[in-house]
């Protein structure tokens, strides 16, 4: 009996160390830390020593830094050249990304949960909309600001929203820091994104982001928003409703004519759109500590 038992000991052991090996194994992505705040203008000359990763699927590269503030990170997607005739055509995951915008996922747990995150989009707003916006976050404008906002009619804005609208912004001891935000400059060749998420967003049932925590990230663009998909619909309904005054649109034996509506491809039938389709992914990773 006692030989069984020594002998289920070491079994148990071996299995715990086996279960140890292959946590300590799992791929975590280190953070480089930044010794200088990284300026997010959509330009990469801060990334110039940075190792870059490529995401296998939409083909974007990335890399990520930190500094005892805020983590950065770097999105390039490269144009490729796949010489079809004369043609140069952007990578279809910038196409999307153009479109939808990013949404920036964050787990404490390494779980891949999507309720804590942000989504990062660039609008066109008016300049009477700019005035209220900047005024809601408590900016005071005399007369004369105002009307030197409206020589322009229209605005180009970056956010970075919190996925829950009712999250509220944290109370930092060391005074105020800026909210997430990002910037992107999409050249011919090269197109640069670049995020700034202070580390006091990164905030969870008690767990708090600083340098040296892990974290699990994820990544999501493309895809079908509400807005996009109502739009769709309500496209294809005028579509089909034209159609049908004209005394086409089903399927005649005669005429073989389809209805549109059947097609192939498209979730919700018709064509597919390339610039719809959704990409994302997760990494770990461990944000860097001070290099003393």
């Known amino acids: 009996m006692k030989k069984h038992g020594v002998l289920i000991c070491l079994v148990l052991v071996g299995i715990a160390s086996l ?40 083909r974007a590269e990335y890399a990520l830094r930190n500094d005892d503030k805020y983590l950065y990170i770097l999105f390039m997607f490269k144009v490729y050249d796949l010489r079809l005739g004369q043609r140069v055509l952007k990578v279809a995951s910038l196409s999307t990304y153009e479109i939808s915008g990013m949404k ?48 322009q009619k229209a605005y180009m804005i970056y956010e970075g929203l919190p996925l829950d609208p009712s999250t ?13 935000t990002f910037r992107d400059q999409l050249k011919r060749e090269l197109s640069v994104v670049e995020f700034r998420i202070p580390l006091a967003y990164l905030a969870k049932a008690g767990a708090v982001a600083a340098p040296g925590a892990n974290l699990k990230l994820g990544f ?23 159609a049908r005054g004209q005394g086409g649109g089903e399927f005649n034996p005669a005429g073989g004519e389809r209805d549109d509506n059947s097609g192939t491809g498209g979730p919700m039938g018709g064509q597919p759109n390339r610039d719809t389709k959704k990409y994302d992914f997760w990494i770990d990773i461990q944000l860097a500590n001070k290099v003393s």
């Not at 779980?111 to 209220?132: M, P, Q, R, S, Y």
């Not at 509220?168 to 997430?180: F, I, K, L, N, Q």
């Open 168 to 180: 509220p912004a944290p109370a930092v001891a060391a005074g105020p820091v800026d909210p997430p």
């Open 19 to 58: 279960a140890a090996s292959a946590f300590s194994a799992a791929k975590v992505i280190p953070s480089q830390w930044a010794a200088v705040p990284v300026r997010v203008d959509g330009a990469n000359q801060e990334w110039q020593d940075a190792t870059m990763i490529v995401d296998k699927e939409s």
């Open 220 to 242: 999501e663009w493309g895809g079908m928003t509400k807005e996009m998909r109502s739009a769709y619909m309500a496209r294809m309904a005028d579509s089909g409703a034209q």
């Open 104 to 151: 920036v996922f964050y787990s404490f747990d390494g779980k891949k949960n999507k309720t804590d995150g942000f989504h990062f989009v660039k609008k066109t707003i008016t300049a009477d909309e700019l005035i209220a916006s900047l005024e809601k976050n408590g900016e005071t404008l005399t007369d004369e600001k105002k009307a030197g906002i409206r020589q």
